[in-house]
């Protein structure tokens, strides 16, 4: 029953910063564990970042340092900051609801680090 609906994805130079959103719906946005997944061309998806219900967060070693998740409750927002990108970061990044058996997928945003 949640619905997910990401922005801000684009075009964005080496050393460049992009700011990813997800905007929840249709659930109890608080009790879900919010994730950030990308799959690049030609590899599996993975987990970037993800954040349980109470705020703690957990990061794939690429990234550490660089990216920084976070979430609104209130406005059922969840975010991936990305300041450094690397041409490596590119990929389809994707908003992830979890909690218990249910797990939803946002339709995916494209994230190009290109000069």
């Known amino acids: 029953q949640v619905q997910l609906v990401e922005f801000g994805g684009g075009l964005v130079q080496p050393g460049g910063s992009l700011r990813l959103s997800c905007a929840a719906s249709?659930?109890?946005?608080?009790?879900?564990?919010m994730g950030w997944y990308r799959q690049a061309p030609g590899k599996q998806r993975e987990l970037v970042a993800d954040?349980?219900?109470?705020?703690?967060?957990n990061y794939t070693d690429s990234v550490k340092g660089r990216f920084a998740i976070s979430r609104d409750n209130g406005k059922n927002l969840v975010y991936l900051q990305m300041n450094r990108l690397k041409p490596e970061d590119t990929a389809v990044y994707y908003c992830?609801?979890?909690?218990?058996?249910?797990?939803?997928w946002g339709q995916g945003t494209q994230v190009a680090v290109s000069s």
């Open positions: 992830n609801a979890r909690w218990n058996t249910h797990n939803y």
């Open positions: 249709g659930s109890i946005f608080s009790s879900y564990t």
């Open positions: 954040i349980n219900s109470i705020g703690s967060t």
